[in-house]
């Protein structure tokens, strides 16, 4: 019996009880409405209560029985928790149907049940950010036991090389110890940064200014659209075209040029992360753009300036912190990228300032250390959630930062 | 107007000419990166939807059963794809009638052959690639429209395999993505909205769901791995635990623009509601959650494209497995089209490239179809008050 096939006859149990109770229920109602008392709700609340109250002690026991059984404590049969939970189902429902009556505050109550479900619903959200701090710190500590956290942040070499062979008991055997100084990862991931946003920056402000400030609507409303397709391309297809076309090509320029480039160099994933960061810079400097009043650059107009002199004088000055905060939300977008890198840029840690040479990401490094063979509590495992943890740290301090910039911005011009 | 004004006023003028072609080129910029992008990857994807087939005598014997390259001649054997002649005794067990007779038949042919008709780069021998272009200058081959590209799960000979299984994977993952985040999301919207009181409880949720909207989507993939896997137990690679890991990713993107869309009613109609007696579950579900439902859903179809192309959470989840067939369940392992874009994309033999490039190809088509839908529905629906 598999959990399918279990899931399929609870749902085929459930759901014509849950359909008869409503009748049953709202009938109960209309009965007493025809007998001339007046109803305290309309009639399908009445049917709604006895469904309400029909499944929540079946949920709250079926949650406790699948609690018990993760935790190993009581494992029952599945069939047995399925005729156990509808025999409960029913019995409640009766009861609650037996409760029915005009005087009964049917709205209230079931609207109370609605509020909390909506309310659980909302939790979901914060559990999944408790969630992630705290799969990412309990196996992030396991990793500090092993290697210290300055060693971590400060060592300049990367060689987990021999770390599966102590996992296996076999430590003594390689001679080279397993280190784990992060630097020439977090200098990889700094370049290929650096380098995204060189090309998204420029490109992004400036044909935000182009569109807000010169283009005629028909441009707008041809250029806007081709910008949200570029955001709509997966990164696993820019990874693609990072590795396919744009090395290569990248490798022959520099060549020709009579210098050395790797296949996996850090200009190619760079250059592309930065096109795919473009329309994401572009369309939140757009709004900040369009939201500087325009009684602003009237002022400025009036005192004989060219548009481009109130561009470059007024309006950016004005919308400076708008820009900052999608810079830094653009940053974060590219610290995090994953796909690109992973296909277009090198898995060796290297501690260089040339862009031309192979370097690898945080990112690269977490993939390729959990899609791997090695054991789960292995170091080289574990180093992935050390650096998620940073990952994790620095672009929600880029968030915290960017979203207070922007927050002063709104306030100053009440938007 | 003396010299010196007259001519620093043209020196502003060439200057304003300047930003503005500055900005122009920006755009144009951006405009050319799509255009190389799409015809790079068009360009080397399309040939991929049609494959090599030789017309050879397929003699079907009793032997072909045990060995099946006896089917065809000695000479040509070499240029016919292996997955042709490993489907022969199941063909031959299933039609016996077969037996004893010898036919003319399309077959397919080997990826290194299919690669040099199509003027790529291959590993053909000198002598295959004189018995192929013979074959050609006889009619014996041509290029047919590729049926195993969409019929066939993973494989590993480049001419037999096809994006089927990935196909079915990406459906399987969307349905769970779906059934998680569409209900969690618009209940949470409708909560915030128009339930919630503005407190420091409702603040912090709300800053916390815009948090999330930015974390890393491979965070979320440590989530699915040390959550869903390790802890609950789901199993590795399977649907449901990159559908949940999905799932939790994309529940700020609907939230998001639920709340928007449940923004846009104006409260007018809430109030009217209220006059009339309506209670605070009655005045949503009758009037502002049916109003703002179009914007609900242009938000949830985006989000649904959003975690269509998401490859990252999936990798970590272990969902780039190997999968000739496909899933058949929730908990089989399954692979989904970005992840098999990224397996074929680090294979190292040749004609997986162009198979990658087509697949990007399809998925392309579907996302963009999705996202087209949403303008669509947003143009026809949308309403200002």
Known sequence: MTLEYILLLFFAGLIPLAYAAFFLGRRKAETDLDRGYRLNSPPSFYGWYVIVWMFLPAIGVSAVFAVLHMAGILSVPAPVVLVGVLALVAAAGGLALHRVRASLRARKIVEDVIRWLLFIATCISVFTTVGIVLSVVFEAVKFFNMVSLWEFLTGTTWSPGSAFLEGAGRGGEQSSKAEFGSVPIFAGTFMITFIAMCVALPVGLFSAIFMSEYAGRNLRGVA????EVLAGIPTVVYGFFAAITVSPFIVYIAETLGLEAAYTNALSPGI???IMIIPFISSLSDDVISSIPQSLREGSFALGTTRSETIKHVVLPAAFPGIVSAFLLGVSRALGETMIVVMAAGLRPNLAWNPLEGMTTVTVRIVDALTGDLAFDSAETLSAFALGLTLLVVTLMLNIVSSIVIRRFKQQYEM | MDHASLKSTRMRYRRERRFKIYCATALVLAGVFLVVFFSDIVSKGYTAFWQAQIKVEVSYTQDVKELPFLAVGEDVSNLISRAWFRKLPRKLNEHPELIGTTRTEWVLADGAVDQYLKDKPNGLK?????LADRLRSRDR?????NTYFFT???????????IFSAAVGTIYVMIVTMAFSLPTGVLTAIYLEEFASDNWLTRAIEVNINNLAAIPSI?????????????????RSSALAGGLTLGLMSLPVIIISSRAALRSVPDSIREAAFGVGASRWQVVSHHVLPMSLPGILTGS????AQAMGETAPLLIVGMMAFIPEAPSGFTDAATVMPAQ???WSSAALRPYAERTAAAILVLLAVLILLNLTAVLLRKRYERTW
């Open chain 2, 341 to 343: 874009i990224y397996t």
């Open chain 2, 301 to 304: 179809i985006i989000a649904l």
């Open chain 1, 272 to 274: 592309v992360m930065g």
């Open chain 2, 152 to 162: 066939q799960g993973d494989s590993k000979l480049p001419e037999s395999s096809g």
């Open chain 1, 224 to 227: 806007k659209p081709a910008l």
């Open chain 2, 141 to 145: 081959t041509r290029l047919a429209f």
């Open chain 2, 126 to 130: 000198k002598k295959q690639k004189t």
């Open chain 2, 219 to 235: 965070l979320y993939g440590l989530l699915g791995l040390a959550i869903f896997i390790n802890y609950v137990g789901i199993p």
